[in-house]
C-alpha cells in the first residue's frame, strides 16, 4: 500500500517535530517534507507533489491562507494537493477563511495523535475533515460574511436541486448538518459506501467541490437552519 505523503508547514520547530513523531509512528502515512512558512510550503508543494499539506494558519510573511488558496490553485485530477488547517483556537476565522480558500477541513493543534492521523487520511481519500461542533459555531458567527459559493466555484441553483433524488437529498441535508458519511449511514439505514455514492452525485450535481462547500451553500440559501 502507497503511504499518504505529507508536507508540515508551521514556523514552530517544535510543533513540526511533534506531527513528525506522531506521523512516522503511523505504517501508512510518510512525512516528504517541512515547511517554515506560507511561502515555504507554495514552493515545497510545488515540488514534493504531497498528497496533504498539514497547514499552520498564523506564520509569517505569507501565512497559511495565502498558502492554501495559491496550491489549492493548482490542484489537478492527475495528482490533488489536500490541505488540512491547524489552528489554535475553534472559532478561529482565520482558519475558516482557510476553508473558503480551498482547504479541506481544519483541526485544533491539540488533536489526538489517532484523530489526526485519521483526519489525514480521510482528507488523501477526498472528504472533507469538519465536525458537527466547529460547523455550528463557525456558521452561526460567519455565515452573514460568507461571500457566494460562486466567487470560489460554480454557484448551486434550484434548478440544480430539482435534480436531486430524494436519497441525494437526504445526504444532502445530512452532511450540510455537519455529519459524517459513518453518522449519516446509520441515521439513514445505509452503507458507507453508498453514503460516499450519492456525496458523489451530489456533488457532481450541484457543482460543489467538496462537503465544506456543501455546508456552506446550504447556510447560505436558508435550506438549513443555524
Known amino acids: 500500500m502507497t503511504p499518504v505523503r505529507v508536507l508540515l508547514a508551521d514556523d514552530q520547530e517544535l510543533l513540526r517535530t511533534g506531527f513528525r513523531m506522531i506521523l512516522s509512528a503511523q505504517p501508512d502515512l510518510e512525512v516528504v517534507g517541512e515547511a517554515v512558512d506560507g511561502a515555504d510550503a507554495v514552493r515545497q508543494a510545488g515540488r514534493l507533489r504531497p498528497d496533504v499539506v498539514l497547514m499552520d494558519v498564523r506564520m509569517p510573511g505569507m501565512d497559511g491562507i495565502e498558502a492554501t488558496a495559491e496550491i489549492t490553485a493548482e490542484i489537478t485530477a492527475a495528482h490533488p494537493i489536500r490541505v488540512l488547517v491547524l489552528t489554535t483556537f475553534d472559532l478561529d476565522e482565520y482558519a475558516f477563511a482557510a476553508l473558503r480558500a480551498g482547504a479541506s ?25 469538519i465536525t458537527p461542533r466547529i460547523t455550528r459555531q463557525l ?11 460562486g466567487e470560489g466555484g460554480p454557484a448551486a441553483d434550484g434548478d440544480a436541486l430539482a435534480t436531486l433524488t430524494e436519497r441525494e437529498r437526504e445526504v444532502f441535508a445530512e452532511v450540510a448538518r455537519g455529519h459524517t458519511n459513518g453518522e449519516i449511514a446509520a441515521r439513514l439505514h445505509l452503507s458507507e459506501a453508498t453514503v460516499k455514492t450519492h456525496l458523489t452525485r451530489v456533488l457532481a450535481k450541484l457543482a460543489l467541490r467538496d462537503r465544506v462547500q456543501i455546508v456552506i451553500f446550504a447556510y447560505q440559501n436558508g435550506l438549513i437552519d443555524a
Open 139 to 149: 456558521l452561526d458567527r460567519f455565515s452573514g460574511q460568507l461571500p457566494p459559493i
Open 105 to 129: 477541513g481544519f483541526l485544533l493543534k491539540d488533536v489526538p495523535p489517532d484523530a489526526l492521523a485519521g483526519a489525514i487520511r480521510s482528507v488523501a481519500a477526498g472528504d472533507a475533515v
